[in-house]
């Protein structure tokens, strides 16, 4: 997945929406001589100062259902690349396949079919009909395909409350606002009811907020339409947020090709690692990629004396109680431990404390601030079935916001540290009760 | 020496020209057939109701396009050519205009969308505008004569060919200009490249071809006054017989009553194409906007949304 060039296998499986080999688009008088050029290893400024490689090489599956992000700065070749998935512009060399259907070397009323039938597209510009109401923008696609006007504008009238625009449909484009206008896009292209989407920068136009905001809702329509979206874009923070797989493209050559995570935590080259550098990382780091495996944990089976040890051990003043299989039951702190042994409890479920912080392990860490302000204890990471992933110390969320490698070299700190003065628990945990606890404690931490 | 040398290009036209009226006098014959036709059809329907009725359908044009204003103004124009006994030379000279202006605009439209389609098509027909725009319209009258023979129909060719060009361009130009992004948006949808045209590139492109059509109406009036060297009619012979006579009371008078239908056909078509524009171009759009614009709070509320679910 990393290396610039995905290992592909079968090309005519059923889960992959589109599919492109070997693309190569230069616009210039001898486009042709140029690939030959390119093929034989030249590079994107040896070609003929008429010649210009907007897309050198270019490989890639996209499956179906999922958020393809193409990324570039200006000039990387990902408007290009977007235009030869619908034919807008036809490949120099190489192919591209919709749905199976080979449309770089198909007559332009097969071509038209496609376009109707399975691909729609957004623009960065929004590209609307000023002289169409929101209503008839909409309903453009359907118009096309020759769908009856009643039926057309019914259809598109569900659309357009779908991406919330009710009471706005029989308006013209200009009466609204930016994020408004590009809803209208995004209806237009979702009334066809093709099954892949092509969009075209198409929030860069917006401002911030609303930008964000428009993202929120592509992937809120995403998960109920589950169409196959193939999104470009200039903006990292966008790619990392929407992208399921994201390819980064530099000077017409797709570089990497990964989930927003291995592009993050694993940059094919220098030129990669310096994009990402700025990217918003709490919002592309899940919980699951920066925990650390538990230590400070104890079977709910253990007892009170065999908990003091551990958190003993580790210099801890609480941790966690697991129950059969790894399922999270709950926090102990060392003080009320340490009461159980006084009074020679055995019982540790009397105090286990329930409100403690715990997230899946998808969650972004963004939405870790909070707890971490709030909870002294790290946040504990678990699965749908409430087993113990891992804990996310407060350190190890400041380390990977700062991009400090913490999964290679573990920071050595357990928190909370015990306020229990070291010869207390010594003198507590000297006494005779001590080694069959401990060694069954052991065991399962192991 | 050198000056002994002459290029015959005049006399090469002028042998095509005979060439043309030999060979191809029945074409001629017709074209000048169905011009005269037409253009006396136009013209009786303007001179057959009393001028009063024409002067109220003018006025009643002007309120609906403009407004009261206007209709006032062309009251009082219209008038102002009954009263010095213009009217008929004006509805001849106007049906003159109209005819050569229809005849203009179907051929211009057409080649100006060919010549926006295509680079070469633009390359080619460029220089035959400059050439026809340019060339003193007094020249064409010359071949037209000698083709159609003196009337009515030698004004109405020279016409039509000098007052083509701004048809052409502008509808070019129109073309050109609409949002690059809005026909690709056509044809990602799969539309063919007339659907796009039609719906598409013509309804956006039509304010500037709309001004290429009131050029090519205000360009048609200034060759009636020439057309009337050939025997056109209308006000062009009367300005003619003036100049001849030096009747300036005569001149002052045909002039004006140009003048007066050049202003009324300019608004009138302005208002057109501005009318057109207006359609979606809606004036009170900003403060809506701002009122309308959905507020950042859902997105905040949703972000609090997922941080409550997750935990």
């Known amino acids: 997945m990393r290396a610039p060039k995905e290992n592909v296998s079968s090309t005519s499986s059923v889960s992959v929406s589109v599919s492109v080999r070997n693309l190569y688009k230069v616009f210039g008088r001898r486009p042709k001589d140029a690939v030959t050029q390119l093929q034989s290893g030249a590079s994107r400024s040896e070609l003929g100062p008429h010649e210009t490689a907007a897309v050198i090489d270019a490989s890639f599956d996209v499956k179906k259902g999922e958020i393809f992000v193409v990324m570039g700065l200006s000039g990387s070749g990902k408007s290009t690349l977007i235009r030869t998935l619908n034919g807008l512009l036809e490949p120099t060399s190489g192919s591209v396949a919709v749905n199976g259907i080979d449309i770089s070397n198909v007559p332009a009323a097969k071509l038209r079919e496609v376009r109707q039938k399975n691909v729609s597209m ?325 | 020496m050198i000056t002994d040398f002459r290029l015959p290009l005049g006399d090469l036209v002028s042998d095509g020209i005979d060439v043309l009226t030999d060979s191809l006098r029945p074409l001629f014959d017709l074209i000048r057939l169905v011009l005269v036709s037409l253009y006396e059809a136009v013209e009786f329907v303007l001179l057959s109701p009393p001028f009063w009725a024409i002067i109220i359908i003018a006025a009643a044009l002007a309120y609906f396009v403009k407004g009261w204003k206007f209709a006032a103004g062309t009251i009082v124009g219209l008038f102002v050519i009954v009263g010095v006994n213009q009217w008929e030379n004006s509805m001849a000279s106007l049906a003159l205009v109209l005819v050569a202006s229809a005849i203009a605009i179907a051929i211009s439209v057409p080649l100006g969308i060919v010549a926006a389609r295509s680079n070469r098509a633009s390359a080619t027909i460029r220089p035959i505008l400059d050439f026809l725009q340019t060339m003193p319209a007094f020249v064409y009258l010359v071949p037209a004569l000698i083709l159609f023979r003196v009337g009515v129909v030698p004004g109405i060719v020279a016409t039509i060919v000098f007052a083509m060009a701004p048809g052409v361009r502008f509808t070019e130009l129109g073309i050109r200009g609409v949002d690059k992004e809005v026909v690709e948006a056509g044809h990602a949808f799969g539309s063919s490249p007339w659907r796009i045209l039609r719906q598409i590139q013509l309804p956006l492109a039509m304010p500037t071809i709309m001004a290429g059509i009131n050029q090519v109406i205000m360009l048609s009036l200034s060759m ?88």
Not at chain 2, 230 to 245: C, E, I, T
């Open chain 1, 122 to 446: 957004v623009f960065q510009h929004f590209a609307l009909f000023p002289h169409r109401t929101v209503l008839d923008n909409a309903a453009y696609g359907l118009e096309v395909q020759g769908v009856r006007r009643a039926e057309r504008l019914e259809r598109a009238r569900k659309i357009v409350n779908i991406v919330g625009l009710d009471g706005w449909a029989d308006k013209y484009p200009s009466e609204l606002s930016g994020g408004m206008q590009q809803r209208v896009g995004l209806a237009r292209a979702l009334a066809t009811e093709t099954d892949i989407l092509l969009m075209d920068e198409a929030f860069s136009a917006l401002d911030p907020l609303i930008r964000r905001e428009m993202q929120e809702q592509l992937l809120e329509l995403q998960a109920e339409l589950g169409k196959t979206i193939i999104f470009i874009t200039h903006d990292l923070n966008e790619a990392m947020f929407l992208g399921d797989r994201i390819a980064v493209m530099r000077n017409g050559r797709i570089v990497q090709i990964g989930t927003p995570e291995d592009i993050l935590t694993d940059p094919a080259n220098d030129y990669v690692a310096q994009f990402v550098q700025d990217v918003d990382r709490a919002r592309v780091l899940t919980a699951g990629a920066v925990m650390e495996p538990a230590r400070a944990v104890v079977p709910l089976s253990a007892g009170p004396r065999s908990a003091l040890r551990v958190m003993r051990d580790l210099q801890a003043g609480a941790a966690f109680v697991l129950g059969p299989g790894r399922t999270l039951l709950g926090v102990v702190s060392d003080r009320h431990v340490m009461r159980q042994v006084k009074s020679n409890e055995t019982d540790l479920s009397r105090v286990i404390n329930q409100e403690h912080a715990s997230v899946p392990a998808d969650a972004a860490l963004v939405d870790l601030f909070e707890l971490a302000v709030e909870s002294p204890l790290p946040i504990a990471v678990i699965d749908d079935k409430r087993r113990l992933l891992g804990v996310i110390p407060r350190v190890t969320l400041l380390a990977a916001l700062g991009n400090v490698p913490t999964n290679t070299t573990p920071i050595n700190i357990i928190e909370p540290v015990s306020i229990i003065p070291d010869a207390e628990l010594d003198a507590m945990l000297a006494s005779p009760e001590l080694t069959s606890a401990a060694a069954s404690t052991e065991g399962t931490l192991a």
């Open chain 2, 224 to 311: 009636v006054v020439i057309a009337g060297l050939v025997g056109g009619g209308g006000l062009g012979s009367d300005v003619v017989q003036a100049l001849s006579r030096i009747d300036v009371a005569l001149g002052f008078e045909a002039g004006l009553s140009v003048v007066i239908i050049a202003i009324y056909l300019d608004r009138l078509t302005a208002a057109l194409s501005g009318k057109r524009r207006t359609m979606w171009t809606p004036w009170r759009t900003k403060a809506t906007i701002t009122e309308a614009a959905p507020s950042p709070a859902p997105a905040a509320a949703t972000a609090d949304a997922r941080v409550g679910a997750s935990v």
